[in-house]
């Protein structure tokens, strides 16, 4: 089990405007798999909670060469890359149906204890030290995310439709919201090649956000979430033209 495997068919009901599966759906099924195979491992959401923990995102790196479309099926792959005391690396590879690579994932992972909310010592975990593969994930991890000090500000007050079973803000809602600073003419035109994403703190239920933005390079994008002058999450976006 040092590999996991999950089919997907995109049906139109799931497509975004230009016919393809959205990348926070996409998101969505990575998170799904992970999932699913840590259960398989036996250490799943059943298992952590009976230790008052959970295993939460902590960064995720995803790079395309194109999406998946309508009425395509399509395979994520996963497998452990290496872990620390704090941190779990986990890589994904999405591929057509005739098998030909779609794109890989890159994605780290953090015990959390849901009382202190504080994160948890994984190092003893000895199902993750037993299953590290050596399969390379040939993308590029996650970039240096600067601070967004300039650009665009959208004021945004979280509802109680983007809130999670860990009561925070959820993974995708972030996502969704970065991608709404686009118009869908750059959609039409542009799809995105690689989007680096890094959790730095809770956001909850209520609280006013601002959606900050600006130009790093030409069809590269910086993006954050504060609060009270505090960055939650920072975000890049690059693209590339269809």
């Excluded at 969704?176 to 035109?189: A, I």
């Amino acid at each position: 089990m040092k590999e996991y495997s999950k089919t997907y068919y995109l049906s139109a009901g799931e497509c975004n405007p230009q016919g393809e599966l959205p990348l926070p759906l996409l998101v969505n099924k990575v998170i799904d798999v992970a999932t699913m195979h840590a259960n398989e491992w036996g250490v799943g959401y059943e298992r952590l909670i009976a230790d008052n923990h959970a295993w939460v995102l902590a960064r995720v790196t995803v790079e395309m060469e194109r999406y998946p479309r309508v009425n395509e099926n399509y395979t994520l792959t996963t497998w452990i890359e290496d872990y620390n005391r704090m941190f779990s690396q986990r890589n994904m590879q999405i591929t057509d149906e005739h098998g030909a690579t779609l794109g890989y994932v890159r994605t780290i992972w953090m015990v959390i204890d849901l009382t202190t909310r504080q994160s948890a010592d994984i190092s003893q975990l000895s199902y993750i030290r037993d299953n590290i593969n050596d399969r390379p994930c040939p993308i590029a991890p996650l970039g240096k995310l600067r601070p967004v000090t300039e650009g665009r500000v959208v004021e945004h007050t979280f509802g109680y439709a983007e809130c999670d079973f860990n009561r925070h803000v959820n993974t995708v809602r972030y996502l969704e919201l970065f991608m709404n600073q686009y118009e869908m003419d750059y959609f039409d035109s542009h799809f995105i090649r690689r989007m680096e994403i890094a959790f730095i703190k809770e956001t909850h239920y209520g609280v006013k956000a601002q959606i900050k933005s600006c130009e790093e390079a030409a069809d590269v994008t910086r993006m954050c979430v504060a609060v009270d002058g505090e960055e939650h999450v920072r975000a890049r976006f690059t693209f590339a033209q269809r």
